[in-house]
């Protein structure tokens, strides 16, 4: 893989912890800004939320401006806003600039998607997905633990500067990784690229398919994770400091799982979807009957993260394949699918917190959303993953 693709990853690093970081310092937010902790985990939500308006908007916005400047914009942009973050005592203003960063995220992410593919053979997209990825998943084994250790052993506003911070070297890897020659439109200046024809593909039935599958397997991600900390401490009876061993432990299986779809989600996507979606659902029924269990909890938390990212990339590879008439804007749409789920998923595992199933609601969410992504995806297994000769078109 290029150079220039591994120093993107450092900036998705940067932006992977930022977006993560809240799954351990939600209790601490909700207690210092005096809200619930479930109004608290809306903040992933409302994150996510920017990430879904901003993808597409912003790679439209940015689809003719060059990749350097438009991935410097965003990250700077992104930067800020966690300084505010870290500065304000309003959980209104939080929520803003959470939206704030998200939009930059979103732009960040899907010029990133679409200067990715203009760098490797179209037939290795998946390949290239997994190293951007790679970016996020090392930030849940390294970046959000840490930021839990920065909020339990001083406050979450020093994760928020920690976030500031990594923007710095972030912006040195784009203006040193990326060539002032590639752009975003090195794609789409072909006759037929117009912003127009690009949007269109959004009314093609197995671009939707894999978008929505790909929504509803990261829905059941976020569900969990995003209030994974209670269930570590109160469920599990775990101290405080358990959040991060439970948090890496999900990132250690989150980059494997990304690791894994990066080799076989190009040629053999039907293998990691009858194989890992099935073996998902087990695992949240499973995480969810034995969560006061520590060690159970934390193995089961090593298992859920390989399983999460291994599916939910690869339907998020499969995005980019049905997206290849979309040049400029296939990466947003990747982008959108992704944290539709991400958005969703905490929202509706935010009301089960207050319902008889208590910390593990979330859980049983992951577990009935993955399953009606099963019901949908098994009946339609050679339109969502086409074997090998189809999914390298």
């Not at 290795?124 to 959000?144: D, E």
């Not at 599916?311 to 008439?325: D, F, K, N, Q, W």
Request: with cysteine; net charge positive; aromatic share 6%.
């Amino acid at each position: 893989m290029p150079l220039p693709l591994y120093l993107l990853a450092v900036a998705v690093f940067a932006m992977g912890t930022s977006e993560f970081m809240l799954a351990g310092l939600v209790p601490d937010i909700a207690a210092n800004l005096n809200v619930s902790v479930g109004a608290a985990g809306i903040l992933t939500s409302a994150f996510a939320a920017g990430m879904i308006v901003g993808a597409p908007l912003m790679a439209a916005l940015a689809r003719r401006w060059p990749a350097r400047a438009s991935l410097l914009g965003f990250v700077l942009v992104f930067a800020v806003a966690h300084v505010v973050g870290a500065l304000t005592t309003s959980f209104t203003v939080l929520l803003s600039t959470r939206v704030l960063a998200a939009l930059a995220n979103a732009g960040f992410l899907a010029v990133a998607l679409t200067t990715a593919a203009t760098l490797v053979a179209t037939d290795q997209k998946g390949r290239a997905l997994a190293v951007l990825l790679a970016g996020t998943t090392v930030a849940t084994i390294v970046g959000v633990p840490g930021g839990a250790v920065l909020g339990t052993l001083i406050s979450w506003r020093a994760t928020f500067w920690a976030i500031a911070l990594l923007c710095l070297p972030a912006a040195v890897g784009v203006i040193k990784g990326i060539p002032a020659r590639v752009d975003t439109t090195s794609q789409g200046t072909a006759p037929g690229s117009s912003l127009r024809r690009e949007i269109a593909q959004l009314a093609m039935p197995r671009l939707l398919l894999v978008m929505l599958l790909g929504a509803l397997v990261n829905a059941a991600t976020f569900a969990t994770f995003t209030f994974l900390a209670p269930i570590v401490t109160d469920t599990a009876g775990l101290r405080g400091l358990w959040v991060s061993v439970a948090l890496v432990l999900f990132g250690v299986g989150s980059f494997t799982g990304v690791t894994i779809a990066g080799r076989l989600s190009d040629q053999r996507p039907h293998i990691v979807i009858a194989i890992g979606g099935p073996l998902l659902l087990l695992g949240w029924v499973a995480l969810a009957a034995l969560a006061t269990q520590p060690v159970a909890l934390l193995l089961l938390v090593l298992v859920q993260g390989t399983l999460s990212f291994a599916v939910g990339s690869t339907l998020i590879t499969r995005v980019l394949y049905e997206a290849a008439g979309a040049p400029t804007m296939g990466g947003s749409y990747a982008t959108a699918a992704l944290n539709i789920g991400a958005a969703g998923g905490p929202v509706v595992a935010a009301i089960t917190l207050g319902a008889d199933a208590g910390d593990l609601g979330p859980v049983w969410v992951s577990a009935l959303l993955v399953a009606i992504a099963l019901l949908i995806a098994l009946p339609l297994r050679r339109v969502v993953t086409p074997r090998a000769g189809q999914a390298a078109r």
